[in-house]
């Protein structure tokens, strides 16, 4: 009898977190993290691969990367701003959601909000009437991307930052204007990074009301950071990990009992391991907390002309592409605006670059036969037959998510003139895990689950060529 109860639970179907009962063994709770599924919105969100970031507002055109809040709106002219390129540039290189900084850390706004004078209303551009969240809620809308929007909790223009409540309150307003007025918004993306208040006071934010504002008006958006739909995957540098689990025991921190119950397991947001069985055994919760990688295609997250040199090479994107959405991860790749207000020529170039190669990666599997669902319990395998004369250097393996993630490893084996040998191997799967090793040619191959949390469903398996960088 395994010894459970369920709780936060969004829909009667799904259990996206587990408390654990007192008494329950470490094989109890294995097998009950087998059954812990991410809620519909979770699910959708992670089929999106593929989300844009885009850094810009008054640090675009003062060369920082984190403004004071001092600067003055006069600052802010975009000679030439265009979110419709923005969004075609990105639809076209494969992108499926744009997630706009639509206050950062500096306080600026960059809508017409009534909770503030420090916003596009008194710059120059566009005589003060315009509206950069409405313009890219728009233009997204059109090309049929989704929209999010970044409102950083830390604000260096507010004079209320650190008078925790009347500051709650004007983020709750700023929120709620976010999330009425410019259509269905996808994600909402908080950053981490929570300074002092002028007074020197620390701004306690009242998580619990902010997400609940976001249930109510968007009850289809993920929150990202904050909440507990999308975990920040630890690193700025688009790493996931090896074994990144969508279970962890990692206690979203928007929760008052995260403190306590991370620290018992010693884990934090960066921690190596947050969902092995020793981990997992040690816990008292468990959460579907799925892995976001957001990185920059340039060393900063906003625009800086002296940077147009350093955008990454296809190469470095490729490897981050495999290490993010290869490693069960969505990736949110920041492209940040110039001074102009458009996508630079050499940032779009780079990922439509990126685009053509996954697509030409992944336009052929060269297994025999058409795709097909697949279980195994651990210890057993799979065998495929390859198509003449291919070579590969690439698998593309999924589990079913949507009834839980349970690979713990697995191995690829291939066979030639009879004989079968392992060329690669791995640990998590999740949602889409990639395997890259030498080009190589074979007969037939077989994977097998070497470790597995109940009986592992495998939605996807594909062999691919990824040509030669
Ligand atoms: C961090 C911020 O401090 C950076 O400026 C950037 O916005 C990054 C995505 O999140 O917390």
Not at 327 to 338: K, Q
């Amino acid at each position: 009898m395994i010894a459970a109860m369920m709780i936060s639970c969004h829909e009667p179907s799904h259990t996206q977190s587990l408390r654990f009962a007192e008494g329950a063994t470490a094989e109890d709770k294995v097998e009950l993290a087998a059954t812990v599924v991410p809620s519909q919105k979770q699910l959708r969100w992670q089929s999106l691969e593929l989300t844009a970031f885009l850094h810009f507002g008054m640090n675009t055109f003062t060369g920082n990367e984190w403004g004071d809040g001092t600067d003055s709106p006069e600052l802010f002219l975009p000679a030439d701003l265009d979110c419709r390129q923005w969004v075609r540039t990105l639809k076209d290189a494969g992108f499926k959601m744009a997630i706009l900084t639509a206050k950062h850390h500096d306080g600026f706004c960059l809508w017409q909000t009534e909770t503030t004078e420090y916003s596009v209303k008194n710059s120059p551009w566009k005589e003060g009437k315009g509206d950069v969240v409405k313009e890219l809620s728009d233009a997204c809308r059109e090309y049929g991307l989704e929209f999010g929007v970044y409102l950083s909790p830390w604000d260096r223009n507010a004079e209320c930052y650190g008078d925790s409540p009347a500051y709650n309150a004007l983020y709750i307003s700023q929120l709620t204007e976010l999330l009425t007025n410019y259509g269905r918004v996808s994600e909402v993306w908080f950053d981490g990074a929570n300074g002092e208040g002028p007074n020197g006071k620390k701004q306690i934010y009242d998580w619990e009301k902010i997400l609940s504002t976001i249930r109510a008006l968007q009850p289809d958006a993920v929150t990202a950071i904050m909440g507990e739909d999308v975990r920040w995957v630890g690193n700025e540098g688009g790493v996931g990990r090896e074994t990144e689990w969508s279970v962890t025991a990692l206690t979203p921190e928007s929760y008052e009992r995260s403190e306590k119950q991370n620290g018992d397991l010693k884990i934090d947001g960066m921690s190596k391991d947050l969902g092995s069985r020793e981990l997992i055994a040690g816990a008292k919760e468990i959460f579907w907390y799925p892995s976001e990688v957001d990185v920059s295609i340039r060393p900063g997250w906003f625009y800086h002309p002296e940077q147009d040199s350093q955008v990454r090479s296809l190469e470095n994107l490729v490897n981050i592409y495999y290490q993010s959405v290869g490693r069960n991860s969505v990736l949110l790749l920041n492209i940040p605006p110039d001074r102009r207000g458009r996508i630079h020529e050499t940032d779009s170039l780079r990922i439509k670059e990126l685009k053509e190669y996954i697509d030409e990666t992944f336009k052929v599997n060269l297994l025999e036969g058409p795709n097909k669902v697949w279980e195994a319990s651990p210890q057993e395998s799979m065998e495929f037959d390859v198509k003449e004369n291919a070579v590969f250097n690439t698998l593309l393996i999924q589990e079913d998510i949507s009834k839980g993630q349970r690979v713990e490893s697995f191995i690829l084996e291939i066979q030639r003139k009879g004989k079968w040998e392992t060329i690669a191997e791995g640990t998590t799967i999740g949602y889409k895990r990639l395997l890259k090793f030498p080009d190589t040619s074979a007969e037939k191959i077989r994977i097998s689950i070497t470790g597995a949390r109940s009986t592992a469903i495998i939605s996807e398996t594909g062999l691919y060529h990824a040509p030669k960088l």
